[in-house]
């Protein structure tokens, strides 16, 4: 998320030359600890909140749950000498991560292969990393290890917290573990296709197994198609609502879309529908320069103009819905129970 907040931050500060946002890469452990706490005026997170943290709230408060922008988690690999989208089955990157897979040529990674490819594979141990921070990238991957495998499920779950993985090296933040990849041959790790695009050649991905069964290798497209179907039934209008809500698992069992990419999530920004409380200390005039950046991520920083940057850095256009559904809780929030916007 970080290298499209930055682009968005730099443009709409171009065109709001006395706004000025401060935008700090923490993951999303810590930016939901930040929002609940009272720390920040605006929390990100690639995950909503769990009902324990929901319940931690400030009495009487209510947190809105916004989508800003959506993305695919890939499972990216540094494989000297095979340039093709590998295969992957949720199953078995839950091996792969679980460690019971440990070579590059085990015969459950090759048999998902053509015959040229698997051939290629190398008699290699497999080096897995993944973030050592609390991370909206990793629930939303571990999210579809979990649907996948109940091994994983039972051992280790998904969260924005830490979680105990049980093998692989931690590197911070998406950055760090897209370098570890770039850096260090014969390795996986869970990445943000962003970092992909952004760095196109560096870093190698894989193509993922959907309901249907297709094998496929996340684009723009196929990651704004499962954002489409994710929401097919709606979207959460009120807080308790999104903790169960995710676009993984709303698709995990969609047989009906052939070409969706199926590890696709939202981000999505917290923020309080009542900021003249003490929450983050916020001023009528914060709170006002907030909500018109919120404002412009939502109807002006999506797709490919002039003045927006999503698709560009890997991240599709919202769906309809969702900028809908934006604007009408961007409306509700008020400031000494005055409308901000």
Same mark, same amino acid.
């Given at each position: 998320?970080?290298?499209?907040?930055?682009? @968005?931050?730099?443009?709409?500060?171009?065109?709001?030359?006395?706004?000025?946002?401060?935008?700090?890469?923490?993951?999303?452990?810590?930016?939901?600890?930040?929002i609940?706490?009272?720390?920040?005026?605006?929390?990100?997170?690639?995950?909503?909140?769990?009902?324990?943290?929901?319940?931690?709230?400030?009495?009487?408060?209510?947190?809105?749950?916004?989508?800003?922008?959506?993305?695919?988690i890939?499972p990216?690999?540094?494989?000297?000498?095979?340039?093709a989208?590998?295969n992957?089955?949720?199953?078995?990157?839950?091996?792969?991560?679980y460690?019971?897979?440990?070579?590059?040529?085990?015969?459950?990674?090759?048999?998902?292969? *053509?015959?040229s490819v698997?051939?290629?594979l190398?008699?290699?141990?497999?080096?897995?990393y993944?973030? *050592?921070?609390? *991370?909206?990238?990793m629930?939303?991957f571990?999210?579809?290890?979990?649907?996948s495998?109940?091994? @994983?499920?039972?051992?280790?779950?998904f969260?924005?917290?830490?979680?105990?993985?049980?093998v692989?090296?931690?590197?911070?933040?998406n950055?760090?573990?897209?370098d570890?990849?770039a850096?260090?041959?014969? *390795?996986?790790?869970?990445?943000?296709?962003?970092y992909?695009?952004?760095?196109?050649?560096?870093i190698?991905y894989?193509?993922?197994?959907?309901?249907?069964?297709?094998?496929?290798?996340?684009?723009l497209t196929?990651?704004?198609?499962?954002?489409?179907?994710?929401?097919?039934?709606?979207?959460?209008?009120?807080?308790?609502?999104?903790?169960?809500?995710?676009?993984?698992?709303a698709?995990?069992?969609?047989?009906?879309d052939?070409?969706?990419?199926?590890?696709?999530?939202?981000?999505y920004?917290?923020?309080?529908q009542?900021?003249?409380?003490?929450?983050a200390?916020?001023?009528q005039?914060q709170?006002?320069a907030?909500?018109?950046?919120l404002?412009?991520?939502?109807?002006?920083?999506?797709g490919t103009?002039?003045?927006?940057?999503?698709?560009?850095?890997?991240?599709?256009?919202?769906?309809?819905s969702?900028?809908t559904?934006d604007?009408?809780?961007?409306?509700t929030i008020?400031?000494n129970?005055?409308?901000?916007?």
């Amino acid at each position: 998320m970080y290298p499209l907040m930055q682009a @968005w931050i730099n443009t709409f500060t171009y065109v709001q030359p006395n706004v000025e946002v401060s935008y700090s890469a923490v993951g999303s452990g810590k930016g939901i600890a930040g929002i609940t706490s009272g720390l920040y005026t605006i929390g990100e997170s690639d995950a909503p909140l769990s009902t324990a943290q929901y319940a931690g709230l400030p009495p009487g408060s209510t947190l809105l749950t916004i989508p800003i922008s959506d993305s695919g988690i890939i499972p990216a690999y540094n494989l000297p000498g095979i340039t093709a989208h590998l295969n992957f089955t949720g199953n078995i990157l839950a091996e792969i991560f679980y460690g019971s897979i440990t070579m590059w040529n085990d015969p459950r990674i090759a048999n998902l292969q *053509s015959p040229s490819v698997a051939a290629q594979l190398p008699a290699h141990a497999i080096q897995v990393y993944h973030r *050592s921070d609390g *991370s909206g990238t990793m629930y939303g991957f571990t999210q579809f290890l979990s649907d996948s495998n109940s091994t @994983w499920k039972a051992k280790v779950g998904f969260s924005t917290s830490t979680l105990p993985w049980p093998v692989g090296i931690g590197c911070l933040h998406n950055a760090g573990v897209a370098d570890c990849i770039a850096t260090t041959p014969y *390795s996986i790790g869970p990445l943000e296709i962003a970092y992909e695009i952004a760095n196109p050649g560096q870093i190698n991905y894989g193509a993922v197994r959907n309901a249907y069964g297709n094998f496929i290798a996340a684009n723009l497209t196929n990651i704004s198609q499962a954002l489409s179907a994710g929401v097919r039934n709606g979207l959460p209008t009120t807080d308790p609502e999104w903790t169960s809500f995710s676009v993984i698992q709303a698709t995990f069992n969609d047989t009906s879309d052939k070409y969706i990419y199926p590890v696709s999530t939202f981000t999505y920004a917290l923020v309080y529908q009542d900021l003249s409380a003490s929450y983050a200390s916020t001023s009528q005039a914060q709170a006002l320069a907030a909500l018109t950046f919120l404002s412009w991520i939502v109807n002006n920083g999506q797709g490919t103009g002039p003045n927006s940057s999503g698709a560009t850095l890997g991240y599709p256009p919202l769906p309809s819905s969702a900028v809908t559904l934006d604007n009408t809780l961007l409306a509700t929030i008020t400031y000494n129970g005055t409308p901000v916007l």
